[in-house]
């Protein structure tokens, strides 16, 4: 009876030892929304179930399984097989980092040609400083400056705004704003008139303003 319990002792040692849980993850860390394969890599024994635990509230119980991480933080990934009689656990801690988050204003949004037109840089950073910051001003300019930056614009019409701002651990974002920029176009001022000549005051004249672009005027009878 003795020799028995021994043998059968040996038997699930055996097992035990036998059945070696891991996985291979194609990367460690990243930035949201990270994309991560997980290889089965187990050795020994014949596993028929494979349970992943991605730490985040995820899990999966394919073999092989791809997961998205949407949301910044360190992640203990476990894995439990089981081959019927024996269960075996492997895990590795994924980093997800936070991305910058673009952002930026004007004082305005309308302007005249010629007129500077300034942008405040809002940008948050993510889990680390700012490396570069490309705006694009919708007139087929751009610029690399992560401070504020100024623009002139020559042409009426409405531009659309674009930031993309990459961090140093090349964690990325991008905003646009959708005709953010509007520069109006110049007035043109034009009139005409009818009058009556004569020579004795005073003088009627009939004046016909046909002006555009414009909402104020001031005439100047040269009197």
Do not use: H
């Not at 291979?24 to 349970?51: Q, R, Y």
């Not at 009627?204 to 555009?212: E, P, Q, R, T, Y």
């Amino acid at each position: 009876m003795k020799q028995l319990l021994i043998i059968v002792q040996l038997f699930f040692s055996i097992q035990l030892m036998g059945l070696t849980a891991s996985f291979n993850a194609t990367v460690t860390s990243g930035c949201v929304p990270l994309v991560v394969d997980f290889t089965d890599a187990t050795t020994g024994g014949s596993p028929i179930s494979w349970d992943y635990d991605f730490g985040d509230g995820g899990s999966s119980t394919a073999q092989n399984p791809r997961y998205t991480f949407t949301k910044p933080g360190t992640f203990k990934v476990e894995m439990t097989v089981y081959d019927g009689s024996v269960y075996s656990k492997y895990s590795v801690f994924i980093l997800v980092r936070k991305n910058p988050a673009a952002n930026f204003t004007s004082s305005k949004n309308s302007y005249c040609p010629g007129e500077i037109v300034s942008f405040t840089n809002t940008t948050i950073p993510g889990d680390t400083t700012v490396k570069t910051t490309a705006w694009d001003f919708g007139d087929g300019n751009v610029t690399n400056s992560n401070g504020n930056v100024s623009k002139t614009y020559n042409n009426a019409g409405n531009y659309t705004i674009k930031m993309t701002v990459r961090d140093n651990f090349n964690c990325a974002s991008t905003i646009s704003k959708t005709a953010f920029i509007t520069i109006n176009p110049k007035p043109t001022p034009a009139f005409s008139y009818i009058a009556k000549y004569s020579c004795v005051a005073p003088q009627k004249v009939n004046f016909s303003n046909n002006s555009g672009n414009s909402v104020s005027y001031v005439w100047d009878f040269g009197d």
